[in-house]
């Protein structure tokens, strides 16, 4: 078993192109002995967004605080805190938080190759 706080996990600036005003803390990952999903911890602070993307895996989130946007490009939808979403693999996504302090929310993905960086493999 292991059993943490977030607020002990180092929180990294996102640095893929064109996020902004992003942290992400990945709470749970292979380097804990996580064999199958992994959870991380994004806050979106006022401004900040995560563009439009897509990946050949799920995603299912957990808004914690704050209200912001989710997007597909077509459709947007608000979100406040306990709204969850389940985004399907390849389908288009991206956040915005125009006006709340921090848009915080829990995302966990599978543990597959290439969606995992070196750091929290446990290599």
């Given at each position: 078993m292991f059993v943490g706080h977030y607020k002990d996990?180092?929180?990294?600036?996102?640095?893929?192109?064109?996020?902004e005003?992003?942290?992400i803390r990945w709470l749970i990952s292979p380097k804990?002995?996580?064999?199958?999903?992994?959870m991380r911890y994004f806050v979106i602070k006022k401004g900040g967004k995560i563009p439009i993307h897509q990946h050949?895996?799920?995603h299912?989130?957990?808004?914690?605080?704050?209200?912001?946007?989710i997007t597909d490009g077509r459709k947007t939808v608000k979100v406040v805190p306990g709204s969850f979403l389940y985004i399907p693999p390849n389908e288009p996504h991206g956040y915005e938080n125009p006006d709340s302090e921090t848009l915080e929310f829990l995302c966990l993905i599978p543990v597959k190759e290439g969606n995992i960086?070196?750091?929290?493999?446990?290599e």
């Open positions: 996990i180092e929180e990294k600036e996102v640095t893929i192109e064109g996020v005003n992003t942290t804990i002995g996580a064999k199958n999903f992994a050949d895996w799920e299912e989130i957990f808004v914690v605080k704050g209200e912001g946007y960086p070196p750091e929290e493999r446990g």
